[in-house]
């Protein structure tokens, strides 16, 4: 309806244009729609071929309603229309601009998003690339760490190796001098003996003419000397034997000096025995619990508390196989009752591989007899020499003046009671055997002689002779490493840890699981093995007030003065993976052991060999 009433609207619909011109109408063009197609002709121009009929009809229609009463509300409906298009193409523009925003904003956002998602991939990337480079330093490390162990060990090589024929120029050069030393020496003597033989050739004559002048002088005043004292000894002898007076004093004053000497002589043997074997103790004694009197003057508080003391158990402390118990337990009683009948004592040898207990055992029987306890060890009797059979009596006649008796445990008896017949000992080792021999040739209800040893067949057949019961100690099996193992654990590291005396702190896992573990890899472990094991696990403390009073299986001794390698850890924290770590450094210490024992060869021994497991030696 725009067009027709000379409204034009634009392209948007925003105003109106021109009016419409209508195409100039042609000639005949009425008629031209009846013709057929055959009588047409091709058109002139491009309207040729436009039907005005359409316009016509709306120029018609126009002009009646332009006449009409309604054209003036036509009218207003036409524009009312327009605005409504109008108003509608105004909102479509606002919902395509408010459409256009969105997509801005949603742009926007996919823009941000899409930056987020690269700032997160490059930083993945940044991440990635500084492991990578962090990979290839730690590797960069490593090899260099590699190849400086490498150069060490290389170096440490060519120094031993340097010093291996340094030692070996240096040995080949002291031998060198000293066979040059020994040729000119030889030269010497033979040159000096040359020279010497000549000039005795040379003045052999005038040596002897001195020598018969000498002689001659020396001839006369021997003659003249005892012509002179023959001469006043036989004038005095007259006068003496004329005075009897002078004959009776002089035959009593001799007799007097005679008998004061020898009184006095032995008076001083007896006095000096009776001090040595009562204030001291012989040279040969190493430790002894026997009380003196300069013990009981010096520290007068321990030895009353070693005398109100109980007897303790022969087995407290010492860990051993069933069967083992229960003979020593029955050796124990028996030595009890023969102390308390004041019967004879029996004389034991206990043998085994080095540190199964055959030193704790000793001391735990004499404690629980109720008697005193010397040691003294085989190897101190060799050095002595002359002076071994000395000490060797004054060993005995000390312990024959025991008033509760003595247990003598005699360690590495093999040392010094070898076999006579075989072995090739020293004249005074054998003289020492002999006098032990003597001592020992009846049992005594002073003394019970106990001897130790790891190798008891070189015992002299004699010592075999006065041997009353033998005792073989084994290694421990797995029940009884557990059960040492546990007992040094609680004794070392847990009562230290829960007490809170000492710095030393336990961290939380399974003490039995562990107790059992160590157990399991310890196999062919000695007592003392473990107690050092166990020591070593107690490494914390540092202070000799912390250091235990009394080690079994001679761990002190190793010890020192209890600085036992400091703490593991700053903090003072025994964890799993240090006692681990103290377990394999012991079976690693323990198998060069065997290996060194395997260098020197096999030596059979009586009972268990230490090359064989306990397992295999029961």
Not at 139 to 152: F, G, H, I, M, V
Not at 253 to 272: M, R
Not at 371 to 378: F, P, Q
Request: hydrophobic content about 35%.
């Amino acid at each position: 309806m725009s067009w027709l009433f000379g409204i034009n609207k634009g392209p948007k619909g925003e105003g109106a244009g021109p009016p419409l011109s209508l195409p100039p109408v042609q000639p005949g063009a009425e008629g031209g729609g009846e013709r057929g197609a055959g009588d047409r002709q091709a058109p002139k121009d491009k309207w040729s071929n436009f039907d005005p009929t359409g316009l016509e009809r709306a120029a018609k229609a126009a002009r009646e309603l332009e006449h009409s009463r309604h054209a003036k509300e036509a009218l207003s409906l036409a524009q009312m229309q327009e605005q409504t298009l109008q108003l509608e193409q105004q909102s479509k523009l606002k919902e395509y601009e408010a459409a256009v925003e969105q997509l801005k904003s949603e742009q926007i956002r996919v823009q941000a998003e899409e930056r987020r998602k690269t700032l997160s991939e490059e930083t993945r990337q940044h991440q990635a690339r500084a492991q990578y480079q962090d990979k290839l330093a730690r590797q960069r490390y490593e090899d260099q760490l590699k190849q400086q162990q490498l150069l060490n060990e290389d170096n440490l090589r060519k120094q031993e190796e340097s010093v291996q024929k340094q030692e070996a120029m240096r040995r080949a050069t002291v031998e060198r001098e000293m066979e040059l030393r020994h040729k000119n020496e030889m030269l010497r003597v033979e040159a000096e003996a040359r020279a010497r033989a000549r000039a005795e050739r040379e003045n052999a004559d005038i040596t002897r003419e001195q020598i018969r002048l000498k002689a001659a002088e020396h001839r006369q005043t021997i003659l003249e000397s005892i012509r002179t004292a023959g001469t006043l000894f036989g004038e005095g002898f007259r006068a003496f034997v004329t005075d009897w007076d002078k004959v009776t004093a002089t035959v009593a004053g001799l007799t007097l000096l005679a008998v004061g000497v020898y009184s006095a002589k032995n008076a001083t043997a007896v006095a000096g025995r009776y001090v040595e074997a009562r204030l001291g103790k012989p040279s040969l004694v190493r430790e002894t619990s026997r009380i003196s009197v300069l013990d009981a003057l010096r520290h007068p508080v321990q030895v009353s508390r070693r005398l109100l003391s109980k007897p303790q158990d022969a087995l407290e402390g010492v860990i051993l196989s069933p069967s083992l118990e229960a003979r020593v337990r029955d050796i124990a009683i028996a030595t009890r009752n023969t102390k308390r009948n004041k019967s004879l004592y029996r004389n034991i040898l206990m043998y085994g591989p080095p540190g199964t207990g055959k030193t704790l055992f000793a001391k735990k029987l004499a404690l629980h007899s109720g008697m005193d306890y010397a040691i003294m060890t085989g190897g101190d009797v060799a050095p002595m020499g002359r002076e071994g059979v000395t000490a060797m009596h004054k060993v005995f006649d000390w312990a024959n003046t025991s008033r509760r008796g003595l247990l003598l445990f005699v360690d590495e008896a093999d040392a010094f009671l070898r076999k006579r017949a075989t072995e090739k000992i020293s004249e005074d080792l054998r003289a020492a055997l002999n006098a032990f021999l003597h001592r020992t040739g009846q049992h005594s209800s002073k003394f019970m002689l106990v001897l130790a040893s790891n190798q008891p067949e070189d015992f002299d057949w004699a010592v075999s002779d006065r041997i009353d019961e033998m005792v073989c100690f084994h290694l421990p099996r797995l029940e009884e490493r557990e059960r040492l193992v546990r007992m040094y654990f609680d004794k070392f590291v847990l009562k230290p840890a829960t007490e809170g005396k000492q710095r030393l702190k336990l961290a939380q896992f399974d003490y039995s699981r562990k107790c059992s573990e160590v157990a399991q890899l310890t196999e062919g472990m000695s007592g003392r093995e473990i107690a050092q094991l166990a020591v070593a696990w107690q490494e914390q403390l540092t202070t000799p007030d912390g250091c235990p009073q009394t080690q079994p299986w001679g761990a002190k001794a190793q010890l020192g003065v209890c600085e036992a390698m400091a703490y593991a850890s700053e903090d003072g924290v025994l964890t799993e993976a240090m006692m681990d770590a103290r377990v394999q450094d012991a079976i690693q210490q323990h198998q060069q052991k065997m290996q060194w024992l395997t260098l020197e060869g096999p030596r059979p021994q009586v009972g268990e060999s230490p090359h064989l497991s306990p397992q295999q030696a029961s």
